[in-house]
């Protein structure tokens, strides 16, 4: 992927870009250049992806290098969509007790996640662990931390499918 493939500039906040200039006019090689990545370890025991590491990539909105911090809630969902750029929507079930008729039923909740680059494409029916950041759009309130691809098989119908992660 092309890094600067918009109208502005990508560069990353934390990073001087004309060190890098410096550092191949100065005989250094690529491998230096490495080394003026960003990237940090978000905690809570999820390891920062290797394409965070070594890629080239630029996102403000991810929790591995960007500054957006990961606070609050940590919930697991099933992918349903993947259509809009670096944005999915999962979907969570849940079982919803009626005290009446003292019986459970299904319900679900659908949330907008913003996806980083660092995890390259998912499908639908992935797994994703996100957690809770401070609101990145009008809808968009959490950030993908892990991604647990779903089996070979493709499910039916993923928007029907009620599985209680």
């Known amino acids: 992927m092309e890094v600067q493939d918009q109208k502005s500039f990508q560069k990353q906040k934390n990073v001087f870009v004309?060190?890098?200039k410096r550092v191949l006019a100065?005989?250094?090689s690529k491998k230096d250049l490495s080394a003026l990545r960003f990237h940090k370890n978000?905690?809570?025991?999820?390891?920062?992806?290797k394409a965070a590491i070594k890629g080239d990539y630029i996102d403000k909105n991810c929790p591995f290098t960007g500054q957006v911090s990961i606070r609050g809630r940590i919930l697991k969902g099933l992918v349903i969509s993947n259509k809009m750029e670096r944005t999915i929507v999962i979907r969570r079930d849940y079982l919803h007790y009626i005290s009446?008729?003292?019986?459970y039923e299904k319900r679900h909740k659908n949330l907008a996640v913003h996806l980083s680059p660092a995890f390259g494409p998912v499908k639908e029916g992935d797994i994703v662990t996100v957690g809770e950041c401070r609101p990145l759009s009008k809808t968009v309130r959490f950030n993908v931390l892990q991604v647990e691809p779903c089996s070979t098989r493709k499910p039916v119908n993923v928007r029907k499918m009620f599985v209680v992660t």
């Not at 978000?42 to 992806?49: I, R």
């Not at 009446?100 to 019986?103: A, E, L, M």
Request: charged share 20%.
């Open 100 to 103: 009446k008729y003292n019986r």
């Open 42 to 49: 978000v905690g809570l025991g999820f390891k920062t992806p």
């Open 26 to 28: 100065q005989g250094g």
């Open 18 to 20: 004309a060190k890098g």
